[in-house]
Each structure stands twice: as C-alpha cells, then as structure tokens.
C-alpha cells in the first residue's frame, strides 16, 4: 500500500510538474504577446505624437503666415488712408483756389462797376463844366 501511495505520490507530483510547466509556457507566451503590444502601442503612439507634432508646426507656420498679412494688410490700409486724405486735402485746395478766384473776379467786376460808375459821373460832371464855359 506504501508503493501504491509512492506510486500516485510521484504521479501527483508529474502531474503538478506538467501543468506547472504547461502554465509558465502560458506565461511565457502571454508575456511575449504583451510585449509585442506593447511595442505595437509604442510604435502607434510615437506616429500619433510625430503628426501632432507636424499639426502644430503647421499651425505655427500658418499663424506667422497670418500675422504676417494682418501687418501688411494694416499697412495697405494705412497707405489707402493717407493717399485718400491727400486726395481730400487736394481736392479742398482746389475748391478753395476755385472761390478765391470766383470771389476775387466778383470783387475785380464790382470794383470795375464802381469806377466805371464814378468815371460816368465825373465825365458827365465835367462836359456840364465844359458847356457851361
């Protein structure tokens, strides 16, 4: 009966020893799978981080690009902005040159009107002396 236990004793134990074994093969291969997951993972993470890294270095550029124009813009609108106040400083000159002279001929007409006015009087006061003579 002592064989019999020795026996099953030693059969228990190659039992345990297989499935001991059976189950650090399990292992091995579920580390193994863990490992190139996590290599998989790795890979995915640095090609997600590589083409957020060029997200922004686009954005980057486009935002310098953009400022870039907003201050050119500005500019041009500086530029439009004085050449039309020229035009309207130019444009009140000649207007104002223009009323000068209109008020200048109307001044040149009324004085004229006035001598020519006074030349009739004193032409006429003096063929009156002269007839009188």
């Known amino acids: 009966m002592q064989a019999l236990s020795s026996n099953e004793l030693v059969k228990t134990l190659r039992d345990q020893l297989a499935l001991t074994s059976k189950s650090e093969e399990q292992l091995k291969l579920q580390t193994k799978q863990l490992m190139e997951q996590n290599q998989t993972l790795q890979a995915d993470l640095l090609e997600k981080i590589a083409s957020e890294t060029s997200k922004f270095q686009k954005m980057a550029k486009l935002s310098a690009e953009n400022e870039s124009l907003v201050e050119e813009l500005e500019r041009k609108e500086n530029a439009i902005g004085?050449?039309?106040?020229?035009?309207?400083?130019?444009?009140?000159?000649?207007?104002?040159?223009?009323?000068?002279?209109?008020?200048?001929?109307?001044?040149?007409?009324?004085?004229?009107?006035?001598?020519?006015?006074?030349?009739?009087?004193?032409?006429?006061?003096?063929?009156?002396?002269?007839?009188?003579?």
């Open 82 to 133: 004085e050449r039309e106040l020229e035009e309207r400083l130019r444009m009140r000159g000649l207007i104002i040159h223009g009323l000068l002279r209109t008020k200048s001929r109307d001044m040149l007409h009324s004085a004229l009107f006035q001598w020519s006015g006074a030349a009739r009087g004193i032409t006429t006061a003096r063929s009156r002396a002269l007839a009188l003579l």
